[in-house]
Nanobody, 124 residues
């Protein structure tokens, strides 16, 4: 059974950087495409970044492109998201997700497995 647990969220100031980590059950990181999504209050869940099965395919949402880096550590079974130059518009609950595919998707509906989320709050 796939289990995903996010960590690393918190309260930061505008301009700061943050690294989110998703701890996955064994073999998940090496056998699925994975992604990060975020959801602000009253908003739909939004694609942030995705990475393919073998990490050779990475894709970023327009709002974080140039400020974010997604990476896998297959030895540790973790998925990371590095976010730089944070601004208040980045405030949201950030979710880790996995799908049984070689490539990620921008659509939340195409991911079968989700973590519980971690809150990121950026103050101005």
């Amino acid at each position: 059974q796939v289990q995903l647990v996010e960590s690393g969220g918190g309260l930061v100031q505008a301009g700061d950087s943050l690294r989110l980590t998703c701890a996955a059950s064994a073999r998940t990181v090496s056998h699925t495409a994975m992604g990060w999504f975020r959801q602000a209050p009253g908003q739909e869940r939004e694609f942030v970044a995705g990475i393919g099965w073998s990490s050779d395919y990475q894709y970023y949402g327009d709002l974080v492109k140039g400020r974010a880096t997604i990476s896998k550590d297959k030895a540790k079974n973790t998925l990371d998201l590095q976010l730089n130059s944070l601004n208040p518009e980045d405030t949201a609950v950030y979710y880790c997700a996995a799908r049984v595919s070689t490539v990620p998707s921008q659509k939340a509906s195409e991911y079968a497995y989700w973590g519980q989320g971690t809150q990121v709050t950026v103050s101005s």
